[in-house]
């Protein structure tokens, strides 16, 4: 085996967790956003709290792995350049996103702040544009492009998922809040 392959087989799992993150990130959403009172958000904090550390994890084993390989193989070709830029983001966003929802679950458990917090749609977009843009990055690898076609792709991409999180965040009708006006009474 080769040096090179090795850092393939990172790589690759590096994807398999941030996969895995997405996956946890998007089930903790669903339940949050659907929770009514802290009771009900408590069993959804742990589910919501592992991408906090599989996030972290896929940025080191993707950057290392991807970084070696630029190096020893490809330089620096447009796709790659704007692959790294994407990842970034979707590590920037992530992390904001990350805190953001944490400090709002504490603040719900804590009943400093309602479960309609949850519910910002802020989250949605951020998470499904961060999806949209993984997606483009593989786009980048199988196919590699030029500059233009690069950007293009990862700015469709961004879009995509913009459009996605306001679409779902638009439509969906989330259960009603404990002690609201047309909330369930206790």
Known sequence: MTLYA???FVHIVGSLLLTAAFTAEGIGLFHLR??????SVRPWEGVASLPR?????SVVTILASGLYMLVAS????S?????????VAIAV??????????????????????????????????WLTRLSIAVGIVFLMTNKPDLGPAL????????????????????????PVV????????
């Open 93 to 126: 966003l992530g992390a904001v996103n990350g805190i953001r929802m944490s400090l709002t679950v504490r603040q719900v458990l804590a009943g400093t702040s309602q479960s309609t917090s949850l519910r910002s749609r802020s989250f949605v977009v951020s």
């Open 152 to 175: 293009l792709a990862i700015l469709a991409a961004a879009a995509i998922g913009v459009a996605a999180g306001v679409a779902v965040t638009r439509t969906e009708n989330p259960a």
């Open 53 to 57: 550390v599989l996030g972290p994890a």
């Open 6 to 8: 090795f850092a393939l």
């Open 179 to 186: 002690g609201q006006p047309g909330g369930a009474a206790r």
């Open 34 to 39: 659907r929770a009514t009172t802290a009771d």
């Open 79 to 87: 796709w790659l350049a704007v692959g790294i830029f994407a990842w």
């Open 74 to 77: 490809w330089g620096w070709v």
